[in-house]
């Protein structure tokens, strides 16, 4: 169920992944007048900045271990995983599992789960 926003229209709801400090967030919420209503990030003194900006969204923590039968469903799921395993800088190990970015497949799952519009 979206909440309504001031001029009583649906809003939508973001959850978001690999957070970081939430430039991601700000700039969907702004594109698509929704709101951050959960986040994921691993990383405290960086999931604490977001918590700061988004007081009200819940940290799910490590994105590898949360059940997502228990998570509040979402309009809009958001996330840069790590790309470092794919960069043309970086080792070029791929997505592979094990790698910083095979975390993709925890976004995949995340995906399937939810079922975002």
Same mark, same amino acid.
């Given at each position: 169920?979206?909440?309504?926003?001031?001029?009583?229209?649906?809003?939508?709801?973001?959850?978001?992944?690999?957070?970081?400090?939430?430039?991601?967030?700000?700039?969907?919420?702004?594109?698509?007048?929704?709101?951050?209503?959960?986040?994921?990030?691993?990383?405290?003194?960086?999931?604490?900045?977001?918590?700061?900006?988004? %007081?009200?969204?819940?940290?799910? +923590?490590?994105?590898?271990?949360? !059940?997502? @039968?228990? &998570?509040? %469903?979402?309009?809009?799921?958001? +996330?840069?995983?790590?790309?470092? !395993?794919? @960069?043309? &800088?970086?080792?070029?190990?791929?997505?592979?599992?094990?790698?910083?970015?095979?975390?993709?497949?925890?976004?995949?799952?995340?995906?399937?789960?939810?079922?975002?519009?």
């Amino acid at each position: 169920m979206h909440d309504l926003d001031a001029s009583g229209d649906s809003e939508l709801r973001i959850g978001s992944l690999f957070s970081g400090y939430g430039g991601l967030d700000l700039a969907v919420e702004h594109v698509f007048n929704a709101k951050t209503v959960w986040f994921s990030e691993l990383n405290e003194p960086v999931a604490r900045v977001f918590s700061n900006h988004w %007081p009200g969204a819940p940290n799910l +923590g490590d994105i590898t271990t949360i !059940d997502w @039968s228990r &998570v509040e %469903p979402v309009d809009i799921l958001i +996330g840069g995983f790590p790309c470092q !395993d794919v @960069s043309t &800088v970086g080792k070029r190990a791929g997505l592979a599992p094990g790698t910083r970015s095979g975390l993709w497949a925890h976004m995949a799952v995340a995906i399937d789960a939810l079922q975002p519009e």
